[in-house]
């Protein structure tokens, strides 16, 4: 009795939009987690999982520099303002700068398997000190970058072959250009340090 209560209870099958019944809607959504599953297992496992050992050492060894280390899945990223990075000529890697490079540097001469990701970022405008040189905000965001890799090669003897340079321009701010404390956080280099793939 309490079976044939419990079925009385139960509402007429529902029908959905494509015809179908609850059934292929259950098989679709199955194939649907398949496909996603699928898609998970053969994305490249370098660019996924817990951040690198590289991070925490980094992490802790600039952890008292003018510069932020963050991790990006296994990759490690450290930004450097340009307020922090160039001296008052504006060319100059300042001496404070040097040492977090040159740290930076040992740790990845210790693994040689890392690639080096250089990004020059500005803000919206070009600084009054620069417009004589430079007529667009990319070359001079790939200058700023080039001029990092050639420290790291040069001086910390990093190979020229781990680098790739790469200029955002004004395109990837991470504050509004409306300010000039805006335009002088978006003014950065960035270095991505990315372990070989697994």
């Known amino acids: 009795m309490m079976w044939a209560f419990l079925l009385l209870g139960c509402p007429a099958a529902h029908v959905y939009p494509d015809g179908g019944g609850l059934e292929s809607q259950l098989e679709r959504e199955i194939l649907a987690l398949r496909s996603t599953i699928h898609r998970l297992e053969s994305e490249s496992p370098g660019e996924n999982g817990p951040p690198d050992a590289l991070y925490s050492e980094l992490h802790q060894v600039l952890s008292d520099c003018e510069c932020t280390v963050e991790a990006s899945g296994r990759a ?3 930004t450097l303002r340009d307020a922090d990075l160039w001296a008052s000529d504006e060319w100059t890697i300042r001496d404070e700068a040097r040492m977090s490079l040159d740290m930076l540097a040992t740790a990845v001469k210790m693994r040689p ?3 080096l990701t250089i990004e020059g970022h500005t803000g919206d405008m070009m600084p009054s000190s620069m417009s004589a040189q430079f007529t667009n905000l990319y070359d001079l965001g790939y200058v700023r970058a080039a001029k990092v ?3 790291l ?3 910390f003897g990093v190979e020229p072959e781990r680098f790739t340079l790469v200029s955002a321009g004004p395109h990837q701010p991470v504050a ?3 300010t ?4 002088n956080q ?3 280099v960035v270095i991505v340090l990315q372990p070989p793939k697994r």
């Not at 000039?180 to 335009?183: E, R």
């Open 149 to 151: 890799m050639e420290l």
């Open 176 to 178: 509004s250009n409306d």
């Open 76 to 78: 490690t990223v450290i």
């Open 113 to 115: 398997g890392y690639t």
């Open 186 to 188: 978006n003014r950065r």
């Open 153 to 155: 090669v040069r001086e």
């Open 180 to 183: 000039a404390a805006g335009q």
